[in-house]
DNA sequence: CGCTGACAGATCGTATACAATCTGAGTAGA
DNA sequence: TCTACTCAGATTGTATACGATCTGTCAGCG
């Protein structure tokens, strides 16, 4: 009676080890390994990284295998300002019109944040980003929910690579006030929230000369290999 | 020396092949007869067809195969809704910043689309919609460029299934007139004119009551099937 | 006459076998 | 000492075999 087939639990679970940083970037996953670990076959776990790789959550190399990607610095600011103006269109259609209901959701889901921040626990990143998969569920556009899932679960990734390992940088202060600024139905207002939002999340991830931020050869090389 | 492996062969040809129209959406895809076609195992095939269903071109069902999707109605609306957002994001980036090397490229596909449609070749719809995956490749932007990629694909697909037969819906002057409002750099014309082109191949796809267009057995059904 | 259940053919889901490719260690030669 | 080559081990790429599931047909029963 499980509603997903075996693809469909590794793909989920390999996508929540990432998301949640469990699996750093550039991470190899062997299938055999993997597929020892879930009780499967390769068949199975190929299946689901290639199911990831059009996530763009790993990448795959002919003959060398998945892994987890590591996204340079400059997709990483694609990603976002790609994320800005897709939050910018969720943010415009649902500004005014929550419902009771909705508004209790968003309101739980970021005590849910909360809790997790003050308790320093792993899937902090997870459900802070979770918010804004619920925001973009509630415009009812299916595809407007599906890129935005995907933008989201790539920024995990991208904050993880380059972000300081921080824990001061709490979201949960602008989520409550996009909440109410969407409640109160001020477009513009609500679009300035946002953005402001994004870009804060960008710049303490992203700026902050991080402990932990290697960056990638790609990115150490290309000084060298400039040409001549 | 070609440049994908089999995989890529399989999915870009079928791919192609549903964007062209050649394969009607709602079309079974069996995997043992396309594999004797390209002489390839199912085990390429099967691969190829599931990344055709990441890009929601195919639908698959357990046990039950794939299909070349069909969207309804109201997916083809949401389509072009997101569609049009992502299409302006690409006209303010690019207004007023095209190369002459761009442009020429651009009037050289906008003349391939003429040509197309005069000889009213197969290909025309595809190269029509390949106006606007250029224009997305310009922003240098890969997730821009990516999905938009993926919602053009979409829209043809769509197009085939509500819309009509019509040859007389060109787009080729819309499509000059944005180069042109594009050149000039006008930002508000360049919007209003990528806007208007949509809606106008939203409309004059859909809204004609199309000689070829049957609803799908769901929209039939949701009259019928009402609760109680 | 209509319904139920069994069966055959087709198609899919998964595991596994074998070939191809890559990686790194070790060795011979300059 | 350094370079080039070879080869074993590990890992992936692909085909295929076998079991599971679905679909449609047809006989048996009410």
Redesign the pocket.
């Known amino acids: 009676m499980v509603q997903g087939?075996?693809?469909e639990i590794v793909h989920q679970a390999l996508r929540r080890a990432i998301v949640e940083q469990a699996l750093e970037p550039g991470a190899?996953?062997?299938?055999?390994?993997i597929?020892e670990r879930f009780?499967?076959?390769?068949?199975?776990?190929?299946?689901a990284l290639e199911r990831l790789a059009a996530e763009e959550l790993v990448a795959?190399?002919?003959?060398?295998?998945?892994s987890v990607v590591a996204p340079t610095l400059e997709e990483a600011r694609d990603l976002f300002e790609i994320r800005m103006e897709l939050e910018d269109v969720v943010v415009r259609r649902l500004c005014g019109r929550l419902t009771a209901a909705q508004i209790e959701r968003l309101k739980s889901a970021v005590a849910g944040e909360q809790e997790a921040h003050l308790q320093r626990r792993r899937d902090y990143i997870r459900l802070s980003g979770e918010f804004h998969v619920i925001l973009a569920d509630m415009t009812e556009s299916p595809m407007l929910r599906r890129y935005l899932r995907q933008l989201v679960w790539r920024s995990a990734l991208v904050l993880r690579l380059h972000g300081r390992p921080d824990w001061e940088d709490c979201n949960v202060h602008e989520h409550h006030a996009l909440i109410a600024a969407l409640i109160a139905g001020d477009v513009e207002q609500c679009r300035r929230l946002m953005a402001a939002h994004l870009r804060a999340v960008l710049t303490r991830g992203l700026k902050g000369g991080g402990a932990r931020s290697e960056p990638s050869l790609w990115d150490i090389l290309a000084v060298y290999a400039a040409p001549t």
């Open positions: 087939s075996r693809v190899k996953l062997p299938e055999d390994a597929g009780g499967v076959s390769r068949t199975i776990v190929r299946r795959m190399q002919p003959n060398r295998g998945a």
